[in-house]
Nanobody
Framework: QVQLVESGGGLAQAGDSLRLSCVAS????????MGWFRQAPGKEREFVAA????????WYADSVKGRFTISKDKGKNTVYLQMNSLKSDDTAVYFC?????????????????WGQGTQVTVSS
């Protein structure tokens, strides 16, 4: 089993920055990908960003490209999401996820383990 715990959410003004962290524990070896998803009220969970656990390949949703940066610290079993130039549309619960399998990273169904989420609220 894998446990994921997110932190770093909160209230921000438009244009501000926040950094989310996700710490993995338990069976933490041989991850394929770690990713961030978000879900706004009344909307489906959507892909934000992902990073290969071994190697440096990253993926981003078009809506966050150039504003958000995903990174990792394997020694700390932690993945980060640096969010700059925040917009009100970024308001959502942000979830960290990981998997041992493969498949398109933009689909939540391809991830096996999820954190409990952290709320990000951006006021305009």
């Amino acid at each position: 089993q894998v446990q994921l715990v997110e932190s770093g959410g909160g209230l921000a003004q438009a244009g501000d920055s926040l950094r989310l962290s996700c710490v993995a524990s338990g069976r933490t070896f041989n991850f394929d990908v770690m990713g961030w998803f978000r879900q706004a009220p009344g909307k489906e969970r959507e892909f934000v960003a992902a990073i290969m656990w071994s190697g440096g390949v990253t993926w981003y949703a078009d809506s966050v490209k150039g504003r958000f940066t995903i990174s990792k610290d394997k020694g700390k079993n932690t993945v980060y999401l640096q969010m700059n130039s925040l917009k009100s549309d970024d308001t959502a619960v942000y979830f960290c996820a990981t998997r041992y399998s493969t498949g398109p990273v933009a689909s939540p169904t391809n991830f096996d383990y999820w954190g409990q989420g952290t709320q990000v609220t951006v006021s305009s």
